[in-house]
């Protein structure tokens, strides 16, 4: 299993990088291993306002559907839409496939670094 | 094997249908394309369904312990009820005094099973349980908007619900607030509290829940949510286990579906059809939708006609077979298997919860998988080649490498030995030879569909080559 030094982590297993001004979201390794392969992705649309710590979308993998939760509060600048037509992307590249980027960030939920982020897969593995 | 469309053969047919005796009559429209039905002969079709038959593991053919699902095996008395002509020849469209027969059949079901859920008042009209969560939870919502209560927008789901009732609540247009299981499985009371406020419209609760847990302290759970100004419905997907003993009613309920199919012996597992009974307490039964065959003015129709009749026919001669000291020896039975196969097969797997269980338990594999590599799917696939049907994996999701077993209470001692020996046997030989339990099924018809392909590239139809 593998984790980004350069990204921040929520302990719901979402990954968060910030580019300019604008949060790139994407799920980790780990969250893609416990989920399984991926069949069905829901995405907000650009414009939605997402809330820290609330779902903005949702995955179907062929054991069960997740929320999706966002690490931060904004407005949805753009989203992945190559994800619906090859979800499976999130299996093989957790940390290239991004979900959604957000611009006008104003909140955050508890961001985890890569180390403490691994600790938290440990424990939960 | 082939599909029936692929065993079509132009020009081949039955004689089954006899002379028309009736003056024939041009409809105003006609098809312009020919139906592309299969043409065979009645030995075709007889063989057809036969092999199918022969290819899939139902009640009839051996152990079922498939959990949540209580797949019991249906007497055969009742589908010999729902099979007379009084009942099968009636139209739907049939004027009130002539099928009193029916409706005796309506009130008489009504009675019981407003007896044994403790409530006031049924409708038959849902076609099964999401559909009976769904007329269910519309009464809240009816309710509340009755008094001009706009303010309540959340149902609370507890984390180890059914999938279907956050589904339902969503439908019916609430946000869906999800409470976390306390480490006994029960609902954790502070974040309930937590949870509850005058946004609440109601809670959605199954108990014994779906890890096979009575929650101790339902009384409390229902009076805090009625003290927030919320409603409480009862999902009855687990009824079994407590049928003639304990009323949902009683509990603290207000209104409450029960799959009649599962709790009163129609068969099911195969699509339906089912009956989603939906009861409700005095307060709530102006709301409940009306029935072709049921008495009063009722308010809207959730499905056409009378629902689906001939289950409640079938749950009928289901009570009256086992009448009042038989239906709750019959929770009794599905309790006492299911403790008992948990007690037997302990020595090997471990239970998510270990303590004294209702009509389920759930086996968490975690552990197992970690020390053989072996997981709780491969152990289903092995069950399959020992002749059993494999207990419902993976969920619920609160347990990590879960297999949930329900051996419903018509399973003898010696069947509930067996499995507990077939289990066993996987224990040892996940032990020795992982890699062959990673392939199983070896002797099923069909091994392990790609189930991936499948959901990502479903084809659900079959077009003529």
Redesign the interface.
Known sequence: MTINPDLKYTKSHEWVKEEDGVAVVGITDFAQDALGDVVFINLPEAGDEVVAGESFGDVESVKAVSDLLSPVSGIVQAVNEELIDAPEMLNSDPYGAWIIKVEQVNDYEELLDADDYEALCAEEG | MKLIFEKSVPGRHSSLLPACDVPAFDLPETRQEPLELPELCENDVSRHYTQLCQRVHGVNCGFYPLGSCTMKYNPRIDEEAAALPGFTGVHPLAPADSVKGCREVCELAAKYLCEISGMDGMTFQPAAGAHGEFTGVLLIKQYHDARGDKARTKIIVPDSAH?TNPATAAMCGYDVVNVASAPDGCVDLEALKAALGPDTAGLMLTNPNTVGIFDKNILEITRLVHEAGGLCYYDGANLNAVMGHVRPGDMGFDCIHMNLHKTFATPHGGGGPGAGAVGCKEFLKEFLPKSALMEGEGHIQVRGFAGNFLVVVRALAYLMTLGKEGVPEASTNAVLNANYLMEKIKGSFTPAFDRVCMHEFVLDLSEFKKETGVSALDVAKSLIDNGMHPPTM?FP?IVHEALMLEPTETESRETLDEAAEIFRKLYDLAHTDPEYMHHAPHHAQIGRPD??AA??NPIVRWVKA
């Open positions: 999938g993976y999701l189930e991936v959901a990502r």
